[in-house]
């Protein structure tokens, strides 16, 4: 399988094209930040002409510097995914394989999330996530493009720069950790898992044209993560009520586990795992 992976010099695609190689996949990557850019339409055509599966990760990963740089969000998120979508478009037979996010649920009452669940968009990440989906679904319904969308929850992982990292580094400087929120619970899920799903959706037929929750299956208290850090690192951290809404979000996994095989055992004891190891 040829695999052409745009965004491939990030954090989860590194970890994407370390799968596919293992799987002996024979794999491109284009970025943003060279010639092979996904924003150079005459090389990006050649590129999806040759590859069977393109997996689309370019985009802005931060939901908070989304909401500080909205056009920079748009160009990134919206922009480059055009041009995917067009030179799918002019080639045809690919499948698309795509990273959505959870905040397209927004705020949620009850858990675990299934992918029925009522879309609740707040912020402008998730409004860009979801009017990517729209516009994946919209190219399949107008030109026969095959797509999977992935809505991710949070991934971690080394390298990451995530709400664990931020923790670790803060705990080796000596600084004080001022938390809000704490007793919230998210869904980790650790980054080589979450390369595994997408090798899974390039090869499996039955996850074709799905939109399909990937996390853990298990929620996780910010505050756990806090009493673990300090086992190794006895930081100060200080607990403030949140002056947001506090809710928990936890993936149901079931529609993975059913059309990617996907299943992880005991995620709390990767996640201190990679804390043992980010703060050896």
Partial sequence: MKVLITGGAGFIGQHIKDKLLEAQCEVEIYDICDKRSVFNFHGLKKAVEYNDRIIHLVGFPDANKAQKEPMQSFYLNI?????????????????????????????????????????????????????????????????????????????????????????????????????????????????????????????????????INIGSGEGTSIKEILEWIQEIYPCKVTYEPSSLIEYDSIADISLAKALLDFWIKMPKRSIKKVIRSEMA
């Fill in 79 to 211: 922009r480059a995914l055009q041009y995917i979508l067009e030179t799918c478009r002019i080639y045809g037979n690919k499948r698309i394989v795509f990273p959505s996010s959870a905040t397209v649920y927004g705020v949620t009452t009850c858990t675990p999330i299934n992918e029925t669940h009522q879309i609740n968009l707040s912020s402008i990440y998730s409004w860009h996530k979801h009017i990517c989906e729209e516009m994946i679904e919209a190219y399949h319904y107008n030109y026969g493009i095959d797509y999977v969308i992935l809505r991710l929850f949070n991934v971690y992982g080394k390298g990451n720069k995530g709400v664990i990292n931020t923790f670790i580094e803060k705990a080796k400087k000596g600084e004080t950790i001022k938390v809000f929120g704490a007793d919230q619970t998210r869904d980790f899920v650790y980054a080589s898992d979450v390369a595994d799903a997408f090798y899974a959706s390039s090869i499996y037929k039955g996850a074709v044209n799905r939109i």
